[in-house]
């Protein structure tokens, strides 16, 4: 026979773990909240943008050819700006020791759909050496492109740019303490329900009937000594008359 679960004991369950799953929210919370605002060092972005022009002295019968062929060359232009025939000599010009495959890694070409703009976004624990980044790749692609693939229809369109109390790009302390929120909600429930159902102990009137459907027809109460001291000194005179003739009957009956 399969065993139901009402909405009843679902509440009942988690009221009864209430105390369990709030503390598993806050740790997981608390948790977050240290490690991305302590221990993740800050990222920030710099974007810069290039515009791939048509050529010059087209004529205007050709125009939309030309557009379409410089939208086309766009995703060679993004291959060819993190190449090591660029960011070798981005290293160079910034004098640093990263090789073109680690400063790949720092920067990320993107283009809108059916545009001829490149944005160059660089990362960079500093913002203002991810600013200066994104701006020399832009700068080294427009001097090295023409003799590359013989173009010059490549020109800046905007550069990166510092501001004061930049906020960092990586990590947002917010939403990953919202997500340890949520996390720690989802554990804490399930945890709950997990060890509602490993408990096998009976411990009211309602699990015997559940376990061997027979209801119950009687309860002996435990009764400590301050229970017992209490019903003493509340007890009524008749209450004590009674208990004296019942314990006189009991000793006449022993003698």
Known sequence: ????????????????????????????????????????????????????????????????????????????????????????????????SLSSSELAEKLEVASEADTQIIT????????????????????????????????????????????????????NVLLNTAIALVLGAMVGIGLAFLLEYLDNTVKTEADIEKRIGIPVIGIISHMTEEDMKTNKQYATPADKRQVRREYSGQKKKTV
Request: glycine share 0%; hydrophobic share 45%.
């Open 120 to 171: 160059v976004t660089a990362t960079d624990t500093s913002q203002a050496k991810a600013a200066e980044l994104a701006n020399t790749t832009v700068d080294v692609f427009q001097k090295e492109i023409p003799e590359l693939m013989n173009l010059e229809n490549v020109k800046p369109l905007s550069l990166a740019e510092t501001v004061e109390n930049p906020s960092p790009a990586s990590p």
């Open 1 to 96: 026979m399969e065993e139901t679960i009402s909405l009843k004991e679902i509440f009942a369950v988690l009221k009864k773990r209430t105390l369990m799953i709030l503390s598993l929210i806050v740790s997981f919370a608390a948790i977050a909240f240290l490690v991305s605002y302590f221990l993740i060092t800050p990222t920030y972005q710099a974007n810069a943008s290039v515009v791939v022009n048509q050529e010059e002295n087209v004529d205007v019968s050709t125009l939309n050819t030309a557009i379409q062929s410089n939208i086309s060359l766009i995703n060679t232009y993004k291959i060819v700006m993190t190449s090591p025939v660029i960011l070798d000599e981005v290293a160079k010009e910034m004098n640093l």
